[in-house]
C-alpha cells in the first residue's frame, strides 16, 4: 500500500529511524496522529498486535499467524533479507515454525494507528534446525516488528533485531567483548 496523496501516513522508513535515534516508545509516542497516543506502559495492546502475540505461540504456528495477514501480504525478516512471495505467508513460516520450539514472545511496548503498529517485544525459541550449528540450544532476542496495516488485517510486516546475538547465544560466533586472538608478526 502506497501512502495516499497528502496524507499523514508515516512510511517504515520513517519509522525505523524515528526509533534508531531515540527509544521505541519514544519514536512511536512522537509518530502517533492526534487522537492515536502511543501506548503507556502497563496499558493494553492493540488488538490487532494481541492477536499476532497469541498466534505466534500457538502449536499451529505458521496457520494461525498467516491468518491474520491480507490475501497479498508481505511478510519480511530484514536481517535475512528474506520476504514471503504472492501473499504466501503461510509458506514463508513454515519452515521457520518446523525448525524452532518453545517460541515465547513477551511485548515490551507496543501502538497502532489506523494504518501502522509497531511492537517491540523478546522472542525466545529453542533451535530444532532452523540455524545449522544451533540445534537444540535457546536463544533470546529483542525484536521490533513494523506491521501496515489494511482494516483488521495485516498488509505488510517486516521484523528487525540483530542475528549476531543469535549467532553468539547458539555458540556459533563469540560472545560480543570476547577477545579475538591475533597473530604476532
Given at each position: ?26 519514536a512511536l509516542a512522537a509518530l ?14 492493540p488488538n490487532i498486535i494481541q ?38 505467508v503461510h509458506g514463508f513460516l ?92
Amino acid at each position: 500500500m502506497e501512502p495516499r496523496q497528502g496524507s499523514a501516513a508515516f512510511s517504515r522508513r520513517a519509522v525505523v529511524a524515528g526509533a534508531a535515534k531515540v527509544s521505541m516508545a519514544g519514536a512511536l509516542a512522537a509518530l502517533a496522529r492526534p487522537g492515536e497516543a502511543a501506548l503507556a506502559q502497563g496499558t493494553a495492546m492493540p488488538n490487532i498486535i494481541q492477536q499476532w502475540v497469541t498466534a505466534y505461540q500457538s502449536t499451529d504456528l505458521a496457520t494461525q499467524v498467516a491468518a491474520l495477514y491480507t490475501p497479498d501480504a508481505v511478510y519480511e525478516d530484514v536481517p535475512t533479507n528474506t520476504r514471503s512471495q504472492g501473499g504466501d505467508v503461510h509458506g514463508f513460516l513454515a519452515a521457520f515454525a518446523k525448525g524452532v520450539s518453545d517460541v515465547k514472545l513477551t511485548p515490551m511496548d507496543a501502538f497502532s494507528t489506523s494504518e501502522w503498529a509497531a511492537l517491540e517485544y523478546t522472542f525466545s525459541a529453542t533451535d530444532r534446525g532452523l540455524i545449522p550449528g544451533g540445534e537444540g540450544k535457546s536463544f533470546s532476542v529483542r525484536i521490533a516488528t513494523i506491521f501496515q496495516l489494511q482494516g483488521d488485517k495485516i498488509a505488510r510486516s517486516s521484523d528487525y533485531y540483530d542475528s549476531a546475538t543469535i549467532a553468539s547465544q547458539l555458540g556459533l560466533v563469540p560472545a560480543s567483548g570476547t577477545p579475538v586472538a591475533t597473530p604476532v608478526s
